[in-house]
């Protein structure tokens, strides 16, 4: 059983993790949208940014989930010591 601890620093990571995807996606999205007000090509880099910002996300979770996973792996071997 986890501690309360443990607990509480899982959600409060768990919970910057959804700030980090938005933010990504939300500036990836703004910066496509300044970019094409000022370049007229209105909406292609919007998508293109948007995608970038989606992408960034995405790899932040997997990196956030192989970090979980690892620490999940050494704490088993450490079980089974």
Not at 12 to 33: D, K, N, P, Q, T
Not at 43 to 57: D, E, H, N, S
Request: net charge positive; charged share 20%; proline share 1%.
């Amino acid at each position: 059983m986890k501690s309360r601890g443990k607990q509480v620093r899982e959600l409060a990571v768990l919970s910057g993790l959804g700030i980090e995807v938005g933010a990504a996606v939300g500036i990836g999205a703004g910066l496509g949208y300044w970019l094409d007000q000022r370049l007229g090509t209105h909406p292609w880099l919007l998508l293109l940014f948007t995608g970038f910002g989606i992408v960034a996300g995405v790899k932040a979770v997997l990196r956030e989930v192989r970090r979980l996973q690892a620490e999940q792996f050494n704490q088993n071997e450490d079980f089974k010591k």
